[in-house]
C-alpha cells in the first residue's frame, strides 16, 4: 500500500493557467507538508498543514493556496502560473509534532513542467 | 535559520567500494534524516536518526548531536546506490518544526 501518493506525477501545462496538485496519506499522521525542489536539486519547504490547520507558510508566492479538506489529504492549487514554477513539488506526512518522533515520509512528486 | 551543509557534493565511486558522507548543521536538532534520491526523482527514506548509531544493510548511520554533524556509510557499493543523498534537519519549536535540507551529496557507482 502506497503511504504517501501524490496525483498527477506528470503536469504540463501554460503560463497563465491555474493548476491543482492533490495528495493523500494513509499512515493516519496529523502533519502535512509540500516542499518544493528547484532545476539545482534544492529542497525548501512551503506548507505545512496539522489536522487541517495551517501551520508553517513560508515566504511562498500567494499563487500557491494550499487545503487541507481532513488531516489526510492536502491539495496544493496554483493560480497564474508561472515559468519559475516548474519544478518537482513534494508532499510529505508526519506524526503529531508534539510527539517525540518527526520522522517525515515523501510521496512520490509531481514534476510541473510551465511552458 | 539553520544552515546544513553536506560533503563532498560529489563522490564517484567503483563499485564495491565504501564511501562516508559527511552532514554538518549548525543549531540543536530534534529531527534528523538521510534521504536517498535515486535517478527516478523518488526520496527514500533511509534513517531517522537525531542521535546516535543506526545500521540497515549495508549503510549505516552515526550522529553525535553535541558536535553538531551526521556521518552516512555506505558499504560495497552497488550501481544501485547511485543518486543524491540528501540531509534534513528541523529544529525543535514546539509545533512549527520544518525540515531544511542540506545540498546534497551527488553519488556516481561505476561499475
Known amino acids: 500500500d502506497t503511504a504517501v501518493s501524490q496525483t498527477p506525477k506528470y503536469l504540463v501545462t501554460q503560463m497563465g493557467n491555474d493548476k491543482s496538485i492533490k495528495c493523500e496519506q494513509n499512515?493516519?499522521?496529523?502533519?502535512m507538508y509540500w516542499y518544493k525542489q528547484d532545476s539545482k536539486k534544492f529542497l525548501k519547504i512551503m506548507f505545512s498543514?496539522?489536522?487541517?490547520?495551517?501551520?508553517i507558510n513560508e515566504t511562498v508566492p500567494n499563487r500557491f493556496s494550499p487545503k487541507s479538506p481532513d488531516k489526510a489529504h492536502l491539495n496544493l492549487h496554483i493560480n497564474s502560473l508561472e515559468l519559475g514554477d516548474s519544478a518537482v513539488y513534494f508532499c510529505?506526512?508526519?506524526?503529531?509534532?508534539?510527539?517525540?518522533?518527526?520522522?517525515?515520509?515523501f510521496g512520490p512528486g509531481t514534476r510541473l513542467t510551465v511552458t | 535559520g539553520i544552515q546544513v551543509e553536506q560533503s563532498p557534493p560529489d563522490l564517484i565511486l567503483q563499485e564495491g567500494a565504501n564511501s562516508t558522507l559527511r552532514c554538518n548543521f549548525s543549531?540543536?536538532?530534534?529531527?534528523l534524516q538521510w534521504f536517498h534520491q535515486n535517478p527516478w526523482g523518488q526520496l527514500i527514506n533511509l534513517f531517522y536518526?537525531?542521535?546516535g548509531t543506526k545500521q540497515n544493510g549495508r549503510l549505516s548511520a552515526t550522529t553525535v548531536a553535541t558536535e553538531r554533524y551526521s556521518l552516512l556509510y555506505i558499504s560495497s557499493s552497488q550501481t544501485t546506490d547511485s543518486g543524491v543523498y540528501f540531509c534534513?534537519?528541523?529544529?525543535?519549536?514546539?509545533?512549527?518544526?520544518?525540515?531544511?535540507f542540506g545540498t546534497g551529496t551527488r553519488l556516481t557507482i561505476i561499475p
Open positions: 510529505a506526512s508526519s506524526q503529531d509534532l508534539r510527539r517525540v518522533r518527526y520522522e517525515q515520509y
Open positions: 499512515l493516519g499522521h496529523d502533519t
Open positions: 498543514y496539522n489536522n487541517k490547520e495551517l501551520i
Open positions: 543549531d540543536s536538532v530534534n529531527n
Open positions: 536518526i537525531p542521535s
Open positions: 534534513a534537519v528541523a529544529v525543535r519549536n514546539f509545533g512549527n518544526e520544518k525540515l531544511t
